[in-house]
């Protein structure tokens, strides 16, 4: 649990949320989150969400909505209050009462591969090209275990030859370096015993597309995007992407078919098939 929540004072209410989440071991920001977005009704309704009735679930929708509560956060929201709802208060009359809003997906940025080579190169030290390097990486041979992943589940994941020549070149100088520890993470933030940040990898990210003067707005996700997008342009089967991205539904991974263009471009049509205009069969003017 994060430590904000532990030391806080926590109500009987709040600590029973905490432990169903417990029990179906939610990640920490997912309990976050959902703490977070539950004392949102709570501070709407301004007693305890457990007095909720329907019409004040539709209330505090309405003026969601008129607030300009963007479309994501509001239905993280309302995951967040059916959980609450179905598992906390047993009150699953008013989860059903809740209305997911639905929006356009906008298609995800990806880079090219001379891009993703401009931008591994452009890192300042072995530490970034490492870590940035591991959010890109595809191949054949080895394989990483991934604990508690997206949605808390544990998969494989492929770890190519030339990146695991270049994590043990990283583990060696890390450790010369003074900056790893033996028992801390692979990639430390500036503690050795903390990992690096979500904010740094970020920054990470943004200096070196700065550097390798790739104009295309780019963060973490955008190599994740870029090794999915890739692996479905070479020709893998998709069923297998998903599961190395860890999708529970294919149609997410699906997506990825939008922006692969060379995938795209190696289609026939049948219209070429059929071969009437090389032949000259082409109708006259009107």
Not at 34 to 55: C, H, K, N, Q
Not at 75 to 92: E, G
Not at 204 to 229: C, M, N, W, Y
Request: aromatic share 6%.
């Amino acid at each position: 649990m994060d430590e904000a929540i532990r030391t806080a004072a926590i109500s009987p209410l709040r600590q029973r949320l905490i432990d169903d989440m417990n029990m179906r071991r939610f990640s920490r920001e997912t309990q976050r989150n959902y703490i977070r977005d539950v004392g949102r009704f709570a501070t709407f309704l301004g007693r305890s969400p457990e007095t909720a009735t329907a019409d004040d679930v539709r209330r505090f929708q309405i003026e969601q909505r008129d607030a300009g509560m963007p479309t994501p956060t509001m239905n993280s929201i309302v995951s967040a209050l059916r959980f609450f709802f179905t598992h906390t208060i047993d009150r699953p009359d008013l989860a059903r009462r809740l209305i997911r809003v639905a929006h356009p997906r906008n298609l995800p940025v990806v880079l090219s591969r001379d891009e993703v080579t401009r931008l591994l190169k452009a890192t300042t030290c072995m530490k970034h090209q490492a870590a940035l390097s591991v959010a890109y990486g595809a191949g054949l041979r080895m394989l990483l275990r991934v604990e508690r992943g997206k949605g808390g589940r544990f998969r494989n994941a492929i770890l190519p030859a030339d990146l695991l020549i270049l994590l043990r070149e990283w583990w060696k100088v890390g450790h010369q370096q003074g900056v790893m520890h033996r028992d801390g993470w692979l990639f430390p933030g500036q503690h050795a015993m903390k990992p690096i940040s979500t904010r740094q990898l970020h920054r990470i990210v943004v200096d070196a597309t700065q550097a390798a003067e790739i104009t295309k707005r780019v963060g973490p996700h955008t190599l994740r995007h870029s090794f999915a997008t890739h692996l479905l342009e070479d020709g893998v089967d998709i069923r297998v992407i998903q599961v190395l991205l860890g999708h529970a539904k294919l149609e997410n991974t699906a997506f990825y078919t939008k922006v692969a263009t060379r995938t795209v471009r190696t289609v026939t049509s049948p219209l070429d098939k059929l071969g009437m205009f090389k032949t000259g069969e082409i109708a006259p003017a009107a």
